[in-house]
């Protein structure tokens, strides 16, 4: 087993400096040199470091992802949700010097980002949900309503400005605020990768797009004007909308192209850095795996990497992919081979110098935390084929972005990954 065998990357040996991740045309860029991403999802970090019980759960995810060589995490920096652990957004909303506030979010939030740093995980932070789990707009929408205004549809979050205004507030707090246990202000702070917008928004109340992209542009603008050095991205699945009709074949059903998203037109604002694509074959195609899903993952992969390349010239992060235990034909084989498919369609993009920034599993799971598993869930000291697969594409990736500089202009393709 790989954890048994203690075949791991070597922290100690990472020398180079801690420095922000920018972006140079179509490839991420630390210091100088690619920086192609091997990485996971695993959301709910915060709301564990609310309670110093399970505080560890945070360090061993860390601690396991970077043993396989995983190097960015994206997670949850809200929690705007009903319930106890959840008030200290509300309590924000309404006055800014809460205890609850002061005593438990910046802690839990802060202790994410200093322990990330501690195993050089850079980390993607997601300011809000589309979905109501942790609250999302809908809890932005009931505290419009319940301040006196009469809004009917979760959709009026992209539109209403009393909710944008909310939604500005909180961003601005986050962007602004300086850890406590570094003493580093998160906007100057090279362990964030990126701020997210939003975890996959759709409006489906306005398919044409126009209501969600005027929402886009307003929104980058605002936390680059903020924040200008740090990389944005929206939070998309990757759906091809209305603007180009000519892409929807590419849609893994019609309904996709009808929530008010458009991946080439919402990726081409003004401050929107890279693109995003979440791949969910057994949620979007049908119940039961089968080879087709492993035909769409395959065009669905590349006709992103192709259009990042050729319309965005930017970098496309596959930012969740991952295969439900709960559907019936599920095995540890099929995840692994789902996983081999996505891992080789973006190592073929690195190897040419390519678009396709890199891949995050939906989800990295430590031991202990099974009770939280929606399906996705992997655990890497409990599935040594897949841990497997995972430190052979980061060692590949790594080797990468070790070789080439800038300076190579892409052309030598050093070695062989």
């Known amino acids: 087993m790989l954890f048994d065998n203690k075949i791991m990357f070597d922290l100690d040996a990472e020398d180079e400096e801690w420095t922000m991740v920018t972006r140079k045309e179509n490839q991420f860029v630390v210091g100088g040199k690619p920086f192609y991403v091997n990485g996971f999802n695993t959301y709910w970090l915060m709301l564990l470091a609310l309670d110093s019980s399970t505080r560890v759960k945070v360090t061993q995810t860390f601690e396991q992802a970077s043993a396989v060589g995983l190097t960015v995490c994206r997670t949850w920096a809200f929690n705007d949700g009903d319930g106890e652990p959840c008030r200290y957004h509300l309590l924000f909303m309404m006055n800014k010097s809460s205890r609850w506030y002061r005593s438990h979010f910046k802690e839990a939030l802060d202790f994410v980002v200093s322990e990330a740093k501690k195993y050089k995980v850079r980390l993607i932070l997601c300011l809000a949900n589309n979905w109501e789990a942790y609250g999302g707009k809908a809890q932005y929408v009931k505290w419009a309503n319940a301040a006196g205004l009469n809004l009917t549809s979760d959709d009026d979050f992209f ?151 050729g319309v965005l010239g930017k970098p496309v992060l596959f930012a969740e992919f991952g295969v439900s235990a709960k559907d019936r034909n599920y095995s540890s ?40 598993d929606d399906g996705y869930a992997v655990v890497l000291t409990k599935s040594p084929s897949t841990s497997s697969i995972v430190y052979l594409q980061s060692k590949r990736i790594r080797i990468f972005n070790s070789m080439c500089t800038w300076r190579c202009h892409w052309g030598c393709r050093r070695g062989s990954l």
């Not at 081999?340 to 390519?354: A, C, D, E, H, Q």
């Not at 995050?360 to 799971?365: C, K, R, T, Y």
Request: with cysteine.
């Open 159 to 309: 539109s209403d400005p009393t909710v944008i205004g909310y939604y500005k507030d909180y961003v601005k707090a986050i962007l602004t605020r300086t850890n406590t246990l570094t003493n580093i202000t998160y906007k100057d702070d090279p362990t964030i990768f990126a701020w997210e917008l939003m975890n996959e928004p759709r409006c489906p109340s306005d398919p044409s797009g126009n209501r969600l992209q005027s929402w886009i542009q307003e929104m980058a603008f605002y936390v680059k004007s903020i924040d200008p050095n740090h990389l944005l991205e929206v939070g998309l699945e990757g759906f091809y909308g209305p603007a180009t009709p000519e892409r929807l074949r590419y849609n893994p059903n019609t309904f996709a192209g009808q929530v008010g998203t458009d991946f080439l037109k919402n990726h081409q604002v003004f401050g929107v850095d890279f693109a995003t694509v979440h791949i969910y074959p057994d949620a979007w195609l049908s119940n039961t795996i089968s080879e087709a899903y492993l035909q769409f993952t395959d065009s669905w992969i590349q006709s992103h990497i192709e259009d990042a390349e």
């Open 333 to 372: 084989g099929f995840r692994d081979q789902f996983f081999g498919l996505v891992y080789k369609n973006i190592l073929n993009s690195t190897r040419t110098g390519g678009g396709g920034g890199g891949g995050l599993i939906w989800q990295l799971f430590p031991d202990g935390t099974d009770y939280m």
